[in-house]
Each structure stands twice: as structure tokens, then as C-alpha cells.
């Protein structure tokens, strides 16, 4: 069972920046993919971003050139540093890891963009 606690969310104006955090209970290194997905209301959880155990990443058209995923094995630890934030970023972004055809979830953080 791999447990993951997000951290980073909050309120912040247009044009603003984020930093979230998940911290996974084992070693990163050892997951297939990690990633960053995101619900607003009223709306579909959608990804945002993935990183796998080879550093490949990949994002979302909407959020290209603004966010970055990025992964710290030695602090089990996967970033999402988030850029030029919109209105429409606002959601609770949750934390996904994927090993051996299991998936786990975070219990995700508040992103809210708003002026």
C-alpha cells in the first residue's frame, strides 16, 4: 500500500504561482508513473501532468509551458510547480501513483485562483 500526502495548496491571485507537493511512503523510484490530476466542481478529475520512473514527463495542453512536474527520489517526494495560474486552474489537485497495475490516490489539496 503506498500512501501519499499532498501539500502546497491555497489561494492565490491571476497570474500567480504554486508549489505542490506529494510525499509518497516508499520510494519513488520504485513506481511505474507518478502524476497530477485535478477536479473542479461540477466537473470530471482530469490529468494534469505525469512523470515516470524513467523522468519522462508529459502534460496537459492547457497547462504546457506553465506547470512542471518533477520528481526527488532522496524526499520520495513528486512537485508540481505551477506558473501563470488562471481562474480556470481553480480544483482540488490530487496525487497519483501507479505500481504494478495499482493505483493510488492522495487525498488531495485546494488550488484556488481568484482575485
Known amino acids: 500500500q503506498v500512501q501519499l500526502v499532498e501539500s502546497g495548496g491555497g489561494l492565490v491571485q491571476p497570474g500567480g504561482s504554486l508549489r505542490l507537493s506529494c510525499a509518497a511512503s516508499?520510494?519513488?523510484?520504485?513506481?511505474?508513473?507518478m502524476g497530477w490530476y485535478r477536479q473542479a466542481p461540477g466537473k470530471q478529475r482530469e490529468w494534469v501532468a505525469i512523470?515516470?520512473?524513467?523522468?519522462?514527463?508529459r502534460y496537459q495542453d492547457s497547462v504546457k509551458g506553465r506547470f512542471t512536474i518533477s520528481r526527488d527520489n532522496a524526499k520520495n517526494t513528486v512537485y508540481l510547480q505551477m506558473n501563470s495560474l488562471k481562474p480556470e486552474d481553480t480544483a482540488v489537485y490530487y496525487c497519483?501513483?501507479?505500481?504494478?497495475?495499482?493505483?493510488?490516490w492522495g487525498q488531495g489539496t485546494q488550488v484556488t485562483v481568484s482575485s
Open positions: 512523470v515516470t520512473s524513467g523522468t519522462n514527463t
Open positions: 497519483n501513483a501507479i505500481r504494478n497495475g495499482r493505483i493510488y
Open positions: 516508499e520510494s519513488v523510484a520504485s513506481l511505474n508513473s
